[in-house]
């Protein structure tokens, strides 16, 4: 349980939620759920805690405003969707957030913060002032200039390396599933959360890729990848379910929620007040 | 065939949008938003080239000052971005128009991948009768952002779709600037209802690979002043 007492003291977090979390089947937006999650991170900043969120969900919002019902195949036609869907995106984060009197900004970036030092040094100040304005940062993939073979692909990967860019203490991926499971839920009766991964196995790898993969985009080993790069990082990642954004409230009291991999040095442990306790 | 005074790059800059006192001025707001959706409606493809990401940061920020250093303003950009996207879907949107949003680099114009990705964007963007409303990715720029100096981004907005026209100086009070592709000197145009005829008897573009000046034409601001 120590490892789950050292979240109390978190200090600066990426949340990323995606778009199964956010939207209903039929890939309209959940405004409830908007609504909560900006209500949630809201009360954390106030707490001191600074926030940077990962959100997904532009190509079914520009989908839903568009009227489509079918997903685009065509990458120009998801690339157009994103651009019409994220333009609503961030004007519904503003609404709920401002509800909370939060400033939000949106900031999307491209793979170029990963490869290109200069403006992986750039996208870092740009986010450490916006924490140290009191914001919190929206961040997308800007997908409208992005193509399948040179870009992140997916949020799991973009939120692992925000983490690693602004130094975040703690990752949380908010997404349609529990956690790791031992073996795929839907078939086996026997399968259960595994709350704590010390170390990604090959064994842990072949888990997630037995476990399910009907989850959006980001299935569970992508999120494994994604791990990858937070743990390396020093970074610890919990896995849930944000079908009910007050899990964060829990995940940061310290209770049993999801599947948390721990950070590779095990550094995050010798924290000070943790020995307190 | 292709109608060759079809797409126009509209490029707008705070004050087309803006009070006396730097704040937004709902009624330009929504003549503007009527007069670019009557336009598309025409059947032209509208582009739009919008800047004042800072100074509706700073505003929304409630900043006593605009932002100093080159961190300041990005940060304030993005907050700012938010907000300007969110007011154009708005005014766009009592005129049923929907508008996108698309932030490119501003060394777009060097990375071949990139700029075909944007082109394909911006031709869907087309087929689908959405305008884009287009600002430099100034979050995570690595040059200083010059204030509302958006007119190298419209000239690269033009290359990249292949724009007729460019719209370079809108004055919601009635007064025009067009520069269409091949022409060296821009056209004045006094209000809404002689754009219309100025863009439509336009003589067809000449094949000409110097498609736009690349500088302010000189005379700019004696035209419009």
């Not at chain 2, 409630?62 to 007011?87: C, M, N, R």
């Given at each position: 349980?120590?490892?789950?007492?050292?979240?109390?003291?978190?200090?600066?977090?990426?949340?990323?939620?995606?778009?199964?979390?956010?939207?209903?089947?039929?890939?309209?937006?959940?405004?409830?759920?908007?609504?909560?999650?900006?209500?949630?991170?809201?009360?954390?900043?106030?707490?001191?805690?600074?926030?940077?969120?990962?959100?997904?969900?532009?190509?079914?919002?520009?989908?839903?405003?568009?009227?489509?019902?079918?997903?685009?195949?065509?990458?120009?036609?998801?690339?157009?969707?994103?651009?019409?869907?994220?333009?609503?995106?961030?004007?519904?984060?503003?609404?709920?957030?401002?509800?909370?009197?939060?400033?939000?900004?949106?900031?999307?970036?491209?793979?170029?913060?990963?490869?290109?030092?200069?403006?992986?040094?750039?996208?870092?100040?740009?986010?450490?002032?916006?924490?140290?304005?009191?914001?919190?940062?929206?961040?997308?993939?800007?997908?409208?200039?992005?193509?399948?073979?040179?870009?992140?692909?997916?949020?799991?990967?973009?939120?692992?390396?925000?983490?690693?860019?602004?130094?975040?203490?703690?990752?949380?991926?908010?997404?349609?599933?529990?956690?790791?499971?031992?073996?795929?839920?839907?078939?086996?009766?026997?399968?259960?959360?595994?709350?704590?991964?010390?170390?990604?196995?090959?064994?842990?790898?072949?888990?997630?890729?037995?476990?399910?993969?009907?989850?959006?985009?980001?299935?569970?080993?992508?999120?494994?990848?994604?791990?990858?790069?937070?743990?390396?990082?020093?970074?610890n990642t919990v896995i849930?379910?944000?079908?009910?954004?007050?899990?964060?409230?829990?995940?940061?009291?310290?209770?049993?929620?999801?599947?948390?991999?721990?950070?590779?040095?095990?550094?995050?442990?010798?924290?000070?007040?943790?020995?307190?306790? | 065939?292709?109608?060759?005074?079809?797409?126009?790059?509209?490029?707008?800059?705070?004050?087309?949008?803006?009070?006396?006192?730097?704040?937004?001025?709902?009624?330009?707001?929504?003549?503007?938003?009527?007069?670019?959706?009557?336009?598309?409606?025409?059947?032209?493809?509208?582009?739009?080239?919008?800047?004042?990401?800072?100074?509706?940061?700073?505003?929304?920020?409630?900043?006593?000052?605009?932002?100093?250093?080159?961190?300041?303003?990005?940060?304030?950009?993005?907050v700012g971005q938010a907000?300007?996207?969110?007011?154009?879907?708005?005014?766009?949107?009592?005129?049923?128009?929907?508008?996108?949003?698309?932030?490119?680099?501003?060394?777009?114009?060097?990375?071949?991948?990139?700029?075909?990705?944007?082109?394909?964007?911006?031709?869907?963007?087309?087929?689908?009768?959405?305008?884009?409303?287009?600002?430099?990715?100034?979050?995570?720029?690595?040059?200083?952002?010059?204030?509302?100096?958006?007119?190298?981004?419209?000239?690269?907005?033009?290359?990249?779709?292949?724009?007729?026209?460019?719209?370079?100086?809108?004055?919601?009070?009635?007064?025009?600037?067009?520069?269409?592709?091949?022409?060296?000197?821009?056209?004045?145009?006094?209000?809404?209802?002689?754009?219309?005829?100025?863009?439509n008897t336009l003589p067809?573009?000449?094949?000409?690979?110097?498609?736009?000046?690349?500088?302010?034409?000189?005379?700019?601001?004696?035209?419009?002043?």
């Amino acid at each position: 349980m120590e490892y789950r007492n050292t979240l109390k003291y978190k200090k600066r977090i990426v949340i990323k939620i995606g778009t199964s979390t956010l939207s209903y089947l039929n890939g309209r937006l959940n405004f409830q759920l908007v609504e909560k999650l900006a209500k949630v991170l809201s009360e954390i900043k106030q707490r001191g805690i600074q926030i940077v969120l990962v959100s997904s969900g532009s190509i079914g919002i520009g989908a839903g405003r568009l009227g489509l019902t079918a997903k685009p195949d065509k990458l120009s036609k998801k690339q157009a969707l994103a651009a019409i869907g994220q333009a609503e995106l961030i004007k519904i984060y503003q609404k709920f957030f401002e509800n909370n009197n939060q400033i939000v900004a949106q900031v999307l970036l491209t793979k170029d913060i990963v490869t290109i030092p200069g403006r992986q040094k750039n996208a870092k100040n740009t986010l450490k002032k916006l924490l140290s304005m009191g914001i919190i940062p929206i961040i997308n993939e800007n997908d409208t200039i992005a193509t399948n073979e040179i870009e992140f692909g997916d949020n799991d990967t973009l939120s692992a390396h925000v983490a690693e860019l602004i130094s975040a203490d703690l990752l949380i991926m908010l997404s349609d599933i529990n956690g790791l499971y031992s073996a795929d839920p839907k078939t086996e009766s026997s399968a259960r959360i595994i709350h704590t991964v010390h170390e990604i196995t090959p064994q842990i790898e072949k888990i997630a890729t037995d476990s399910g993969t009907s989850f959006s985009t980001g299935g569970m080993s992508t999120k494994i990848a994604a791990v990858k790069i937070s743990s390396k990082a020093n970074i610890n990642t919990v896995i849930t379910n944000g079908s009910d954004p007050a899990v964060v409230f829990k995940i940061l009291d310290g209770e049993k929620i999801g599947t948390l991999f721990l950070a590779k040095s095990g550094k995050l442990i010798k924290n000070k007040v943790v020995n307190k306790d | 065939m292709k109608d060759k005074k079809k797409r126009i790059v509209v490029r707008i800059e705070i004050a087309t949008i803006s009070d006396s006192n730097e704040k937004l001025d709902r009624k330009k707001m929504d003549r503007l938003a009527m007069v670019l959706s009557n336009l598309q409606n025409s059947g032209k493809q509208l582009i739009l080239v919008a800047s004042g990401a800072i100074a509706l940061g700073a505003e929304k920020l409630k900043l006593d000052q605009q932002p100093g250093s080159f961190i300041e303003k990005q940060a304030t950009a993005a907050v700012g971005q938010a907000e300007l996207i969110k007011h154009y879907q708005r005014y766009f949107d009592e005129y049923n128009q929907i508008v996108a949003q698309v932030l490119l680099p501003s060394d777009i114009i060097d990375n071949p991948v990139r700029m075909q990705n944007a082109r394909n964007t911006f031709d869907t963007l087309f087929d689908m009768n959405i305008i884009p409303i287009v600002n430099e990715n100034d979050a995570v720029s690595t040059t200083d952002i010059e204030l509302d100096d958006n007119y190298p981004l419209a000239l690269n907005v033009a290359k990249i779709v292949q724009a007729d026209i460019i719209l370079i100086k809108l004055d919601t009070n009635g007064k025009f600037l067009i520069l269409p592709k091949g022409q060296k000197k821009a056209i004045l145009v006094n209000d809404v209802y002689d754009l219309f005829e100025k863009i439509n008897t336009l003589p067809a573009s000449p094949n000409s690979v110097n498609l736009y000046k690349s500088d302010y034409p000189a005379s700019i601001n004696e035209i419009l002043y």
